[in-house]
């Protein structure tokens, strides 16, 4: 009689693990979501179909793009946070995460304790142009001539709290100049009033403003990095006329919090293979981006210090959301 009790048990026990089996196999099955602050066509939206790309392979799994724009990112960041921690669900995010904490009163999520930070993607640096007829042909010559004419002069800004805007809110803080802001709903139109002299500068992503400054429509004076670019030969660093100037886009990976260590593991190593693909590397050259890989230990440190960073200046430059 033993033997049926036996078998009932075994039966009854392989019904369990059936059933308990069937939700991870589901879950290992099911496309990854990279979620997008940022509409189709951007530098956002490129790193986040390249990663969707070239982490499909090395995950063996569906990676899908969904973007949701609006309010600098908030909307795909709050999505994200209020999701799953299954690492089915994941944000691409740019430079305005760092921003929006100081940017906007009432956030519907906490930038550090909502989020598991799995890798840094890239870096953008941008570039100071001004237009052609601009009385200044280098860094000292336009800090002079700003400085001997304050409010005189304008710059151009496509998106308040973008990483362009703030990058030139750090410029006049550190360099005590007095420039007015222009704002503009993109960066289109406010380089179509820079190259049409109806503002006198902005800073802009090499991408768009390379040709221009090859043509001799616009002049660059500087770029951001703390190296010069390879594009811009003959362009210094702007920290090498204001010491401690540096200013870059980013693009982070990041999940919800609490993500299980095993699959923050094995989402961080596929992040960084990813960008070690040459394709995908030329990609992000096309657009001036610089690919970095980095550990979750790093980025969460980056994140941290960079929402302090720009605590500072936004408080500095009274800046508020459009």
């Known amino acids: 009689m033993a033997f049926p009790v036996l078998r009932l048990a075994a039966c009854a026990l ?23 602050g940022a509409p189709p066509g951007g530098t956002t939206d490129m790193v986040a179909r390249g990663m969707a790309q070239y982490m499909a392979p090395i995950l063996h799994r569906t990676l899908i793009v969904e973007n949701r724009p609006g309010a600098g990112g908030n909307i795909a960041a709050d999505y994200v946070a209020k999701s799953k921690a299954d690492g089915n669900t994941l944000l691409v995010t740019f430079t305005s995460f760092s921003v929006n904490p100081s940017l906007y009163k009432n956030l519907p999520f906490d930038p550090i304790k909502d989020f598991t930070p799995i890798s840094m993607l890239a870096t953008v640096p941008s570039v100071l142009v001004v237009r052609k007829d601009f009385p200044a042909r280098n860094m000292s010559e336009f800090i002079a001539q700003v400085k001997a004419h304050p409010g005189k002069y304008t710059a151009g800004i496509g998106a308040i709290g973008s990483s362009l805007h703030m990058a030139g809110e750090r410029m006049k803080m550190m360099a005590g100049l007095d420039i007015r802001n222009i704002p503009y709903k993109g960066t289109n139109p406010a380089l179509t009033d820079l190259l049409g002299g109806q503002v006198d500068m902005m800073f802009a992503s090499s991408v768009n403003v390379l040709q221009h400054v090859k043509s001799g429509s616009l002049r660059a004076l500087g770029v951001t990095s703390p190296q010069p670019l390879p594009e811009f030969p003959g362009v210094p660093p702007i920290g090498k006329t204001i010491p401690g100037f540096e200013s870059s886009a980013w693009f982070g990976l990041l999940g919800p919090a609490k993500l299980p260590p095993a699959t923050l593991a094995t989402l961080t190593r596929a992040a960084r293979e990813a960008l070690q693909n040459p394709a995908f590397r030329k990609m992000l050259e096309r657009e001036a981006a610089i690919p970095v890989g980095g550990s979750a230990a790093d980025l969460a440190a980056f994140i941290r210090k960079d929402i302090a960073r720009y605590a500072e200046l936004v408080k500095y430059t009274g800046a508020k959301p459009e």
């Open 14 to 36: 392989l019904a369990v693990l059936s059933t308990s089996a069937t939700p991870a196999s589901a879950q290992d099955s099911a496309p990854i979501k990279l979620i997008v």
